[in-house]
Structure formats: structure tokens, C-alpha cells
């Protein structure tokens, strides 16, 4: 027997219909924000991401699906759609003229090769946005209210965003300068990943998994500490922001984010302090390095499954639809015909309805009928409808009634 993939999943029945829900809230959100929606290639060249997510951070190291195409191209599956949308927007020349910021949202299955676990898929889904064009603090709050708010809308209202900034380019190398100091003597103390970290990026040491509960890395110098004073009026200008719009923030000095395209501000979701809902932040020098003109640009992801798991663990009502308008129960061939034309005219006209096609005795259609936990049914009767009229009755409480076939979805209107 051939199985799914490790950290992968197949989608269906109940949770295809939360899944559906929670979709439908955050592209209705997206639309008041005014974020169109953008699907990329599941696959890209693995430059993209080598340059665009950074040589030495995790995600490229050990985390992608690289291979060779027939063609002997080096392509890799998308592991985030940063880098992806990034590409789109300078192919496409979107940077000229920019009189108003380009802002997309989408919601793509991505690709990590990570050891699977609760929470940690190989195969993930990501709800994301960007906003391309404004160097101002208001997109850095715009973008962080619309991830924040997304969270609250499915039901979790118990969000918490937290926030750091890494500064501009010369607050960030002042901090580098810093932790490569402190680091110095401690390097032989931390696992082997950080050691190569200490000689190629410094600042990944902060987010190492092995050495997360290490005191050197626990006293570590803050970024915080480092900035230059426009840099620190930027972050309090943030901070005032998301209080006027009262969005719940916590400042965490160690939040360093694991990919190297951010500056300025970085910040992630999360819920009673476990693991990351979602994380974004500022990357104004993304769409240089990948070979468009300075532009600056700050963007979110949420993890559509943690998402989802959350609000399971957290009893958030999710309302999903476990029942069928109507069921038309049939016995003979004639019978039969009718059910055909009149299953499809009723579906046409929004309702949700089935029939018999399992050649099944009418004992068993009425327990299909239950099983699909139908609200009202039809039994077909070939002198009934000599007359061109049928019965229809109500499964709860039993009552009927008999209408024409003309006059089956007025009824339903009317009664449902
Ligand atoms: P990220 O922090 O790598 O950021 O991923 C964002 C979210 O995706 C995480 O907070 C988590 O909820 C979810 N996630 C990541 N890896 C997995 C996994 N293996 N299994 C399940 N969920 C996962 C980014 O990807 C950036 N592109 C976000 C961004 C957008 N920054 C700016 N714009």
C-alpha cells in the first residue's frame, strides 16, 4: 500500500469545511484591507530563495526540496512566499511609478523539510500578505493590525503579538559588531550549528532550537540596545500606533526571526506564549538584493494549520455545514427519471440535494436520508406524479405537504 508523505495530509470532510470557513474570514478581511489576491508557482528557481531567504539561515541550509528538472534546471518548492512575491513584483516592473503601495495576500501550500511534529508539517499552508512601496511606521501597523485582527476574527482572542526591531542597516551591524563581542568566548559552548552561525551570521545564534534554553544566549546583548536614534524613534512611533489602535503587543527583545531579509521591525503571533501563529515583519532590502530597485516592504504569514489547531484546542465554535436541504427518495425507473431532472434543477437553484444512485431499497434510502441528516424529503410516486405533484415533508417535525414540481424550490424558500 502506498501511504501520504511524512508531515504531509490529506484534506477532507470536516476539516476541508473548516479549513473552507477559515478561508472565507481572512480573504473577506484581506478585501478590506485592500489586499488583491496572488497565486505563485508552486516551484521557483533555487536561487530565489538562496539569495532572497539567505545562504546560511536554516530554512535553505537544511529545509528545502531542491531538485533537478529534465531540463537540468536547480529548482526548489516553495518554503515561504516571501521571496516568490518578491520575484512577481519586480518581473513585472510593479516599482515605477508607485504612487500608492502594491499590497497582495495569499494562501499557499508550502514546503519544509523539517523533522515532522504536532504543529510542524512537511507539507504546510500559509496565509500571507505583503505590502510593497511605504517606508512609513502606519503599513508596519497596518500590516500588524490585519494579522492580529485575523486571529481575533476566527476566535482567537487571546493573541498576542510580539515585537521587536532589528533597526536600520547601521543599528543592525552595530549589533552584529555586539553579539560576535559576547559570543567570542562562549562559542565552545553552544552546539555545532551556532558555531558555523558565529562565523557566517551571528544574529541566527538567537534563534537556535538546540541553545534555546542556554543563559549565554538568554544574556545575550539586545538589539534594542543598539539603535541608532532614528531607528528607536521609528520603534516607538510603532509602539504608540498599535496602542491607539489598541492591539495587544508585548516587546521581546530576543525575537530575531529566522530569516535574513528584515529590518526594522519583526514581530509574531502567538497564543498563551507556545509556538508561532504567524510571524512577518519590515524587509526593505529584499527586492535589491534580488535585483530590483530599493523598495521598501513589510508582509506577514500566518500558519493556516497551527491556526486551525489552536482553535480546535481552544473550543472556538467553527460553524460548518453537517446537513443536506433535501433527499429525493425513488423506487421504480420512471420515479427514477424524475429524480435525475429534479435533483439538478434544485441544485441549480442553491439547494443542496441528493438522490439514490446505489440502486438501493427504499428502506435503505431512508436511512441515507438520516445519515445525511437531510431536512426535508421527497418520496417519488409515479401516480403523484401523473399529476405532476409530490410530498414533501418536513424530517424533524414530521408534517407534509403536497406542492407541485414546479413550486418544490418556493416551498423550500419559504420554509427553510
Ligand atoms: P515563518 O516564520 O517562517 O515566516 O513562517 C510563518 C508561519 O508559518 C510560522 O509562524 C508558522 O505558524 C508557520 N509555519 C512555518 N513552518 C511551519 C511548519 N513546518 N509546519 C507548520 N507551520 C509552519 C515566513 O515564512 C515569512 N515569509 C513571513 C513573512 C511574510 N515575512 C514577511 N512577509
Known amino acids: 500500500m502506498i501511504t501520504k508523505q511524512k508531515g504531509t495530509n490529506d484534506i477532507y470532510g470536516e476539516a476541508a469545511k473548516k479549513r473552507a470557513y477559515v478561508n472565507e474570514i481572512l480573504a473577506t478581511l484581506c478585501e478590506k484591507y485592500n489586499y488583491g489576491y496572488i497565486e505563485t508557482p508552486v516551484f521557483e528557481a533555487s536561487e530565489l530563495f538562496h539569495r532572497g531567504v539567505g545562504e546560511t539561515t536554516d530554512m535553505v541550509q537544511k529545509e528545502t526540496y531542491d531538485f ?88 482567537l482572542d487571546d493573541v498576542v503579538v510580539e515585537l521587536n526591531t532589528l533597526g536600520d542597516t547601521e543599528s543592525r551591524s552595530n549589533y552584529r559588531e555586539a553579539l560576535v563581542e559576547y559570543f567570542k568566548p562562549h562559542i565552545k559552548d553552544l552546539c555545532e550549528d551556532c558555531q558555523e552561525r558565529f562565523e557566517k551570521n551571528p544574529l541566527r545564534i538567537l534563534d537556535c532550537k538546540v541553545d534555546a534554553g542556554n543563559d549565554i544566549l538568554k544574556h545575550a546583548p539586545k538589539t534594542i540596545d543598539y539603535l541608532n536614534e532614528e531607528s528607536k524613534a521609528r520603534f516607538e512611533k510603532l509602539k504608540d500606533l498599535l496602542e491607539l489602535m489598541d492591539i495587544n503587543y508585548v516587546v521581546n527583545t530576543n525575537l530575531v526571526r529566522g530569516l535574513d531579509y528584515y529590518n526594522h521591525t519583526v514581530f ?35 500558519g493556516l494549520d497551527r491556526t486551525i489547531m489552536a482553535m480546535e484546542e481552544n473550543g472556538v465554535n467553527i460553524p460548518i455545514n453537517d446537513s443536506i436541504d433535501l433527499y429525493i427518495l425513488y423506487v421504480s425507473d420512471t420515479e427514477q427519471e424524475t429524480a435525475a431532472y429534479l435533483t439538478q434543477d434544485l441544485r441549480l437553484n442553491g439547494f443542496i440535494v441528493e438522490t439514490d444512485s446505489m440502486k438501493k431499497s427504499l428502506k435503505a434510502q431512508f436511512k441515507s436520508v438520516d445519515r445525511f441528516n437531510s431536512k426535508y424529503l421527497i418520496v417519488l410516486n409515479e401516480e403523484e406524479l ?21 413550486d418544490i424550490a418556493d416551498y423550500l424558500d419559504m420554509h427553510m
Open 386 to 406: 401523473k399529476t405532476n405533484k409530490v410530498t414533501i415533508k418536513d424530517n424533524k417535525t414530521k408534517e407534509e405537504e403536497q406542492v407541485s414540481l414546479n
Open 68 to 155: 533537478k528538472d529534465r531540463g537540468d534546471r536547480d529548482l526548489t518548492l516553495r518554503p515561504e512566499g516571501t521571496a516568490p512575491v518578491v520575484r512577481w513584483f519586480i518581473e513585472n516592473k510593479l516599482y515605477g511609478n508607485m504612487t500608492d503601495p502594491v499590497k497582495v495576500f495569499y494562501n499557499m501550500k508550502m514546503y519544509r523539510y523539517e523533522r515532522p511534529q504536532s504543529g510542524r508539517m512537511r507539507e504546510l499552508t500559509q496565509w500571507g500578505f505583503e505590502c510593497f512601496g511605504s517606508d512609513e511606521v502606519i503599513s508596519d501597523a497596518e500590516v500588524i493590525s490585519l494579522a492580529y485582527n485575523a486571529y481575533r476574527l476566527l476566535g
Open 268 to 302: 509574531e503571533i502567538s497564543l498563551n506564549g507556545s509556538y508561532a501563529l504567524g510571524g512577518g515583519g519590515r524587509y526593505n532590502g529584499l527586492v535589491e538584493t534580488l535585483d530590483g530597485p530599493s523598495t521598501p516592504a513589510v508582509g506577514f504569514a500566518m
